[in-house]
């Protein structure tokens, strides 16, 4: 049975799998320094892309940042790792997307995010924050 209309979530997971098997780095640094023309697939691409690097290098969160017009990704476990930024068109569409998965409506929201991936199920809390001039996404993995 074929699923018409996929939504946000289930993009997420397709994504992911998709791209399961990548080196995940080089495609986030080929993505930050490229013209990407389809915002909403590059979002959702950007987003898998970070998740599955989390957890190949067993970090404990991803966090992603907007203060005025500057981006950082950071990925921090053992280490903090610098990721490239996305462009900030991108990083709208993911806060939009992981707000519409989480149905997080309020400046502030945490809710838990199921992923199905091929090898198994990961539960991350994903804790959104909106304040004038800044906007946030941190994702919190748990221990693999």
Known sequence: ?????????????EMCDCYLETDFKKQL???ATRDLDDVDENAVKYLALA??????????????????DKLTVKMKGETEITLP????????KMVEMLRSILHIEADKGEMPLALGLRSGDLELKVIIKRKPGKESIKIEFPAL
Not at 51 to 68: A, F, H, N, P, S
Not at 85 to 92: E, G, I
């Open 85 to 92: 930024s996305p462009a900030p068109a991108l990083f709208a």
């Open 29 to 31: 640094h080929d993505m």
């Open 51 to 68: 998740i599955m690097y989390c957890i190949t290098e067993k970090v404990g969160q991803l966090t992603v940042k907007r203060k005025d």
């Open 1 to 13: 049975m074929e699923i018409a209309d996929r939504n946000y979530h289930l993009k997420l997971q």
